[in-house]
């Protein structure tokens, strides 16, 4: 295809701004259009996911465009999630058997500004601010912009405009109002909110708790959680339903109230926020949802990438490393040599979608795994087990966790579908007494292997495969 065809993105955030870079780096001419101001001139990222869990799939698209190294001086690696009873005593409970695998976290704004400056550094990526999408003329490749800054509208037209504009995307929102092609789309919230917090540095610029591990305090029905930042603080978000149970966002209205329910059930966490009550009443509370919608594209005009095509739930840690990898398996198929756009956007769906599915149930998955399994007795045997075969045996099991996370070329519906069936079966194992800690490892690894074989052509007779 002919190189020198104009590429518009909609959305300069981290998926954007990371196509950006690669299609420049491809010689596109790219023009980015973002709504909000230049995030390294201003700050805009009060309570919205300050930093992120960035894991192998996300570093892979770092590879891809040179800049890995740069990026590792952000991260913070998180070798295991650190699990905090009501009573404030504490377990480290790894990621991995593997040491070599663990996940990092990184600053949004931070990330988000490398990848900023790394596309400007190519002469054929312009990149605007303060221009908000309106909407999409998909059939003849226009949208429709609103420039906040002298305030007034106008239109940009290119050969391909591409939509990473996030969860609300409104080239998404063009699709479905427009009724111009079959478009399918669902959004689905979950009844739990959340809110973003803080632990602020100790006075000496250090960490008030373990800096190397994902805090979680899981309390069933709700959850805490801590992710380290470069200056000594931690970014805390609560999870919790709007409107069920005893405590919930809707009645929690009073100084008085949050901190009765932080001091009953994350008493330890209270104790290293004094800043509590502040940042409660100051920082919105945010909605979880995901949504799905199929096709991504119409034909060779337009394509939804990233959280536009396919926003999920936080709990996997995925959402920033799909939409990063988004843009791996779109290299992938540039690679190919297609004639046109439409046979391009044709084969990434076609390979992409299954995928993205599947990473998108398995965020539901570890959501409650969060809250509540991890303070389950057979769970936490399970996860001891995993632990164990990993290590002993690092080149022949991988729990689901690990397909998902550490193992960046298989495609997350493969790690589903096995992960699944390992879990079921090692489960199955435990609660009929089949296998137990104290065994032979060798002999609980083949045992496994053949529950999680069975299991698997169960799911294929069944059409699960």
């Given amino acids: 295809m002919n190189k020198q065809q104009n590429i518009l993105i909609i959305g300069a955030g981290l998926c954007g701004s990371l196509l950006a870079l690669r299609l420049g780096q491809r010689g596109y001419n790219v023009t980015v259009m973002e709504m909000r101001p230049d995030l390294r001139k201003v700050n805009i990222s009060a309570g919205r996911s300050i930093n992120l869990a960035f894991s192998d799939r996300g570093n892979k698209a770092m590879k891809l465009v040179g800049i890995e190294d740069k990026v590792k001086t952000l991260c913070i690696p998180m070798n295991g999630r650190m699990l905090h009873d009501i009573e404030g005593n504490t377990i480290l409970a790894p990621y991995s058997g593997r040491e070599h ?3 990092n976290s990184i600053s949004r704004g931070e990330l988000n500004a490398l990848l900023l400056d790394e596309a400007e550094k190519h002469k054929n990526v312009t990149i605007h601010f303060n221009r908000k999408c309106k909407s999409v003329d998909f059939e003849n490749t226009t949208a429709t912009f ?3 800054e002298n305030n007034v509208e106008f239109i940009e037209d290119a050969d391909a405009i591409f939509a990473t504009d996030g969860a609300g995307s409104a ?14 789309f669902s959004q689905d919230y979950l009844t739990h909110g959340y809110k973003e917090l803080s632990i602020l540095p100790a006075e000496n610029g250090g960490y008030k708790t373990y800096k190397n591990a994902l805090h979680i305090w899981g309390r069933g029905d709700f959850m805490l959680i801590a992710l380290p930042n470069l200056d000594g603080s931690f970014t805390v978000t609560l999870f919790l339903s709007f409107d069920e149970g005893e405590y919930n966002f809707n009645n929690l209205t009073t ?3 949050v901190l009765e329910f932080f001091g009953k059930y994350f008493k330890d966490a209270l104790e290293l ?12 509370t945010s909605p979880l949802g995901t949504v799905k919608c199929s096709p991504w594209h119409y034909k060779g005009n337009t394509l939804l990438m990233g959280d536009a095509a396919h926003a999920i739930v936080p709990f996997y840690g995925q959402g920033m490393n799909a939409s990063f ?7 992938k198929v540039l690679d190919e040599h297609h004639q046109n756009w439409e046979s391009v956007f044709k084969a990434y769906e076609k390979t992409r979608k299954k995928d993205t599915d599947a990473i998108a149930d398995l965020a539901i998955d570890n959501f409650h795994e969060m809250k509540d399994h991890v303070n389950n007795a057979i769970f936490r045997e399970k996860r001891n087990l995993e632990m164990a075969l990993e ?7 991988s729990s689901k966790y690990s397909l998902v996370t550490f193992n960046e070329d298989i495609g997350y519906r493969q ?19 089949d296998i137990n800690i104290n065994d032979d490892l060798k002999i609980i690894l083949e045992k496994v292997k053949a529950a999680t074989k069975n299991i698997l052509e169960d799911d294929k007779i069944a059409g699960l495969k």
Avoid: C, H, W
């Fill in 325 to 331: 990898e988004d843009v791996v398996e779109f290299d």
């Fill in 171 to 184: 080239m998404r929102k063009s699709y479905f109002l427009g009724k111009k092609f079959l478009f399918s």
């Fill in 391 to 397: 290590k002993t045996f690092p080149n022949e099991y």
């Fill in 273 to 284: 926020m004094p800043n509590l009550v502040d940042d409660f009443f100051e920082n919105p």
């Fill in 415 to 433: 790690a589903m579908l096995q992960g699944r069936a390992q879990d079921k079966a090692i489960l199955n194992l435990l609660a009929d007494k």
């Fill in 101 to 103: 695998e663990f996940i």
């Fill in 255 to 257: 100084k008085e109230r």
């Fill in 146 to 148: 609103k420039d906040y």
